[in-house]
């Protein structure tokens, strides 16, 4: 009966006729192997029907060869186009991904304590998210490098969009038009609270309207969790609570937008004509409502999260002069649609 044990790394080697030491460099690829000795370890290799342990092979190059991704959401599509360009390019890379969802500020903050003494991975990467000193400084224990996707943070390196600028491209759109009567909704999420301090979305708003001389309307403002629902309720409010309404309404995300839609469109205002409505993402779904947008490509954001955890690694040059614990911002761009016009005269 053939033997059912699976051939060893020292099988190999010996029908090659070679060291072991010299079989596990022709294996993992590794300087100092002729091609020839390659191409016969390679040759026993297949005829042994020998698979190299992905561990052993990591270990023999120095890494773990994971990468921790870390999210406090899975069911928005921010998080889940980010986690999709993260993935794309640390997989050709021959990284595993290890995704993990925390819901809080305080699990999260347990979880990143914890991780070190779980599995060791070469990285962590969080997304739209803040890390502590103290859970930096432990990570750094380990040596993983942390990288943030979707927010800035100074201690390590990150990819984000300008918010403010997104946010004035918005509402610069909106004052062109002539409209100065603007309502907003604003997005927070209250598992984060106090960070950013001041978003950048909202600042651009009060910039935008005091450049034009416009005091800000507290009636006109309205602060809701990230949800279309949310949304949806405060334009209603905002309705019942003005004298007046407002020309146009700025949302901090196109899911918001889509909230502020629905009750224009079910209070029996017309868009654009009544009121125009403005958002920011690009959001698969604002093509198909004819929503004027600001566009990021979060996709793309995460890839530029991924090759940052490479360059950190030693696995990807850098670009020349660039400074490796640096920012990437990422660009934005106006999308002019149907949901945007002058208002009424």
Known sequence: MKSQTAPSLADVARRAGVSLSTASRALNDAYGVSAATRARVLDSAAALDF???????????????????VVPHIERWFFG??????????????????L???????????????????????????????????????LELIGAKIVAAGGQSAAYPYVCIDDFQAGRLAL??????????????????????????????????????????????????????????????????ILDAAGEP?????????????????????RGYRVPEDISVVGIDNHPLSELLDLTTVAQDVGGQGAAAARLVLQALGREQDEPGADPGAGVVAPVHLIERASTAPPRT
Request: no cysteine; glycine share 8%; charged share 25%.
């Open 51 to 69: 698979v190299v342990s992905p561990d052993a092979r990591r270990l023999a190059i120095g890494t773990t060869g994971r990468v921790a991704v």
């Open 81 to 98: 186009q980010m986690v999709s360009g993260i993935e794309r390019v640390l997989s050709e890379a021959d990284f595993d991904i290890l």
């Open 100 to 138: 993990y969802h925390v819901d809080d500020a305080e699990d999260r903050r347990e979880f990143l304590a914890r991780l070190p003494a779980r599995r060791k991975v070469d990285a962590v990467v969080v997304v739209a998210f803040p890390v502590g000193e103290a859970e930096r400084e432990r």
């Open 172 to 237: 610069d759109h909106l004052t062109s038009l002539g409209h100065r009567r603007i309502a907003m909704i604003a997005g927070s999420d209250p598992d984060q609270p106090g960070w950013p301090a001041i978003p950048g979305r909202s600042r651009a708003y009060e910039s935008a309207l005091g450049a034009l001389g416009v005091d800000v309307d507290p009636a006109l403002v309205r602060d809701v969790d990230w949800n279309p629902v949310n949304a949806a309720k405060a334009m209603a409010d």
């Open 246 to 266: 407002p020309t146009a309404v700025y949302a901090h995300g196109d899911e918001l937008a889509f909230g502020v839609l629905h009750t224009l469109r079910h």
